[in-house]
């Protein structure tokens, strides 16, 4: 099939702030598909520059001296350049280097999260001020398209709930410890020399990196502002192996999960490790993969599944926002989405009001009456047990024991193991965890 050039036919001009593992992605692309991407869609681009901070760093792609500088400035000045696409991370200096590209009136494509979650506000709304398309495909499950989708495919769905794994760091680690008994700390080293991890790590396995892609979905999902600070986050820094090992035993594997779930007129917005059934599709999915189960009320269930991280599945989402957004500057129209001012600003539920299933593992006496009493105060808080299991015999000093509950309220259950955990037969603070799917 030929494509047919509807533009203006002018090149359009782009610049990368930032050349690490994504902005060089982006450059390979750039290299080698300038050609096709112009006989596929009748764009022409061209990278005008490329600002790092240490010019002499040795780079795994080979860029003209004339197109390396340190002056982000002077790519904001340029009037040669359309689009500016950061790729530095973090929030300072990517905030105001963003907020003043909109205000030179270029385009902006990003894969910066952190800022999309935390700097929402300021950077929508100066994107709307200045009528600037913003790209933010890659900030969200790597190369899935899930941004498109959520902007495009599904406009005319309410979206009702979506979960999923979209931390590829998180889940390359859970997947390491659990089909290779590796150690945490290797493999969130391999994470890392793979080029998957942040920055700074803790954002991966605190959990931080998956609340600020929970908060770029809802956004979109729910057509709603959304207050980053709320969200209640776990990550899984703490996760033990025999956690682990226990939940495999019952039939569980254990996830980072991003959930998602319009509740009334609240939101319902949380990171935890998730137990979830062997057989669930989100346990199936291992490594550096991300998936991302949603509902919307037109087209049902849908599984978004990809690669989550990376040079060159980043660096595919950022193209797709350069294309497209070429797109719109040669053809020199473009619509808006609805400013800051014109969203509703839905409350998230606070933790204590998260209605789940739980896996809690006590340590206790092992002697006679202690998982009676520990059962009474359950009950006593409106917790039903569902299966109760002992780790280990008779003779030890203390022991692991294993409760999953059915459906019970968060604030019931910290007000339970409040009680239980003061008791000197219980040994250890009693480990939590949720149990989904
Ligand atoms: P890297 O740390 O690999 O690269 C950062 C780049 O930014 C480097 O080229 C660095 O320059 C440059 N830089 C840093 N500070 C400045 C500054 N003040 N002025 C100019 N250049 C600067 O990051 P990644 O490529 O991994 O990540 C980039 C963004 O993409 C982040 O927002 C990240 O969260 C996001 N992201 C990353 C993914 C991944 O798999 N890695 C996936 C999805 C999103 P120099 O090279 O000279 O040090
Ligand atoms: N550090 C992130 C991850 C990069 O591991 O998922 C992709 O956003």
């Known amino acids: 099939m030929r494509s047919v050039n509807v533009t203006t036919g002018r090149t359009v001009g782009i610049a990368l702030i930032g050349c690490g593992t994504v902005g060089t992605g982006v450059v390979r692309i750039l290299q080698s598909e300038i050609a ?9 681009l061209e990278l005008k520059a490329v600002c790092v901070r240490n010019p002499r760093k040795k780079r795994a792609v080979r860029l003209p001296a004339r197109l390396l500088t340190t002056d982000p400035h002077a790519i904001l000045r340029d009037p040669s350049i359309d689009i500016v696409v950061e790729l530095i991370g973090g929030i300072a200096p990517a905030r105001d280097l963003i907020l003043e590209a909109f205000r030179h009136g270029k385009h902006v494509v990003t894969a910066n999260k952190a800022l999309l979650a935390e700097a929402a506000t300021a950077i929508y709304g100066e994107a709307a001020k200045h009528r600037r398309l913003l790209g933010i495909e890659a900030s969200v499950c790597g ?16 979206i009702s709930h979506f979960m999923g794994i ?3 760091t998180c889940n390359y680690i859970l997947s390491a410890m659990s089909r290779q008994n590796s150690d945490f ?4 080293a391999d994470a890392q020399s793979m080029g998957y991890a942040e920055q700074d790590p803790s954002l991966d396995i605190d959990g931080i990196d998956s609340a600020h892609k929970l908060a770029v979905l809802a956004r979109l999902a729910f057509r709603s502002e959304v ?4 969200i209640p986050v776990e990550g899984i820094r703490s996760l033990s192996a025999v956690d682990m090992q226990y939940a495999s035993e019952l039939g569980y594997a254990i ?5 998602g779930k319009r509740d009334g007129k609240g939101l319902d917005l949380r990171v935890h490790p998730t137990l979830l059934p062997k057989d669930h599709p989100l346990s199936n999915v291992h490594g550096v993969y991300n998936a991302v189960f949603m509902h919307g009320d037109h087209t049902g269930d849908l599984l978004f599944y990809g690669k989550g991280a ?10 797709s926002d350069i294309i497209a957004i070429a797109k719109a500057v040669a053809a020199q129209s473009w619509t808006m989405e609805p400013a800051p001012e014109d969203l509703p600003k839905l409350p998230v539920l606070p933790a204590d009001r998260i209605a789940s299933r739980y896996y809690l593992r006590f340590q206790v006496a092992d002697r006679p009456g202690v998982l009676g009493n520990i059962a009474r105060t359950l009950g006593q808080h409106d917790i039903s047990i569902l299966s109760v299991q002992q780790k280990g015999t008779h003779g030890g000093r203390s022991v692991p024991v294993i409760i999953l509950t059915y459906t019970a309220r968060e604030a019931d259950l910290r007000a339970a193991l409040r009680q239980i955990d003061r008791r000197p037969d219980v040994r250890q603070r009693t480990v939590v965890l949720r149990v989904d799917g």
């Open 36 to 44: 096709a991407i112009q006989a596929k869609t009748g764009i022409r």
């Open 166 to 168: 979209v931390n590829g």
């Open 143 to 158: 190369g899935i398209p899930i941004i498109r989708s959520l902007r495009e495919g599904l406009t005319s769905n309410n």
């Open 227 to 230: 207050p980053f600070d709320r």
């Open 310 to 319: 990376g040079m060159l599945p980043t660096a595919s989402a950022v193209m």
């Open 255 to 259: 996830k980072l999960l991003a959930i």
């Open 185 to 188: 700390t290797d493999a969130l």
